[in-house]
């Protein structure tokens, strides 16, 4: 399978990412709607209703799986990229499954489900592990940093730019810093264990060009000093 992306981010567009299929090719889609154009026999693509066990128990997502000789190309909107993670059997990492655009022929994917007031903190229930040989396609704003866990000394990372992190890692959800530093900052996650971590570093940027387009001092001081002033104060 052949990945080719065509960033159009210069005009808003967001970017463009077109799958080319060999015979004996499969993709997993799980955003199948952003499946802009396809080339290919109708019988190509088969879309079937996934359960996501345990986060849930009514709910159910569609996925798309296309086999080759095909092609198609996928929209993503603005500010977002995909990265393609090749994958071997000894893969531990879990991943967000907001995150994960696809999974070719040859990955197993199975469910990790959070702990209940982890979910009710990061709006989140799930974690997938995938196993095998073949690769996966991840969702990221902005690049995608990866850093190393230590046994004992703690890596915090803001609990929506994890991407990824080992299944046998602790993870506990805080704040760090001082009284004021605690107050306005999102929930972060503590790791600690063995492998690295992955993250996305663009997710502030939104945030961050609000702040120098639109605020002025004055405002800004108010949301930063008064508790809680980021919820009251917009």
């Not at 879990?94 to 999974?103: M, Q």
């Not at 704040?175 to 063995?194: C, D, F, P, R």
Request: hydrophobic share 40%; glycine share 10%; charged share 20%.
């Amino acid at each position: 399978m052949i990945i080719r992306m065509e960033d159009a981010s210069g005009n808003g567009a967001g970017q463009a990412v077109t799958f080319s299929l060999q015979e004996g090719d499969v993709a997993h889609i799980l955003h199948p709607d952003q499946i802009v154009a396809y080339r290919g026999p109708s019988h190509g693509r088969s879309d079937k209703l996934m359960n996501v066990k345990g986060m849930y128990r009514k709910q159910k997502l569609i996925r798309a799986d296309i086999s080759g000789p095909s092609q198609f190309t996928a929209a993503l909107p603005r500010g977002f990229n995909m990265r393609e993670i090749q994958l071997t059997d000894n893969q531990d990492m879990l991943y967000d499954f907001r995150h994960v655009f696809f999974y070719t022929k040859g990955i197993n994917m199975q469910t990790r489900i959070l702990k209940i007031k982890n979910m009710f903190i990061t709006r989140d229930a799930v974690k997938m592990k995938f196993s095998g040989i073949g690769s996966i396609g991840i969702l990221t704003q902005g690049p995608v940093c990866e850093a190393k866990l230590h046994p004992t000394e703690p890596l915090y990372v803001d609990a929506g730019s994890i991407i990824a992190y080992p299944e046998n890692a602790k993870l506990e959800l805080t704040v760090y810093g001082n009284h004021l530093a605690s107050q306005h900052m999102n929930y972060h996650w503590k790791l600690t264990g063995e492998g690295s971590v992955l993250f996305q570093a663009g997710r502030q940027n939104q945030q961050l060009e609000r702040e120098m387009n639109d605020e002025g001092i004055i405002k800004r001081f108010l949301r930063e000093v008064i508790p809680f002033g980021g919820v009251f104060i917009k």
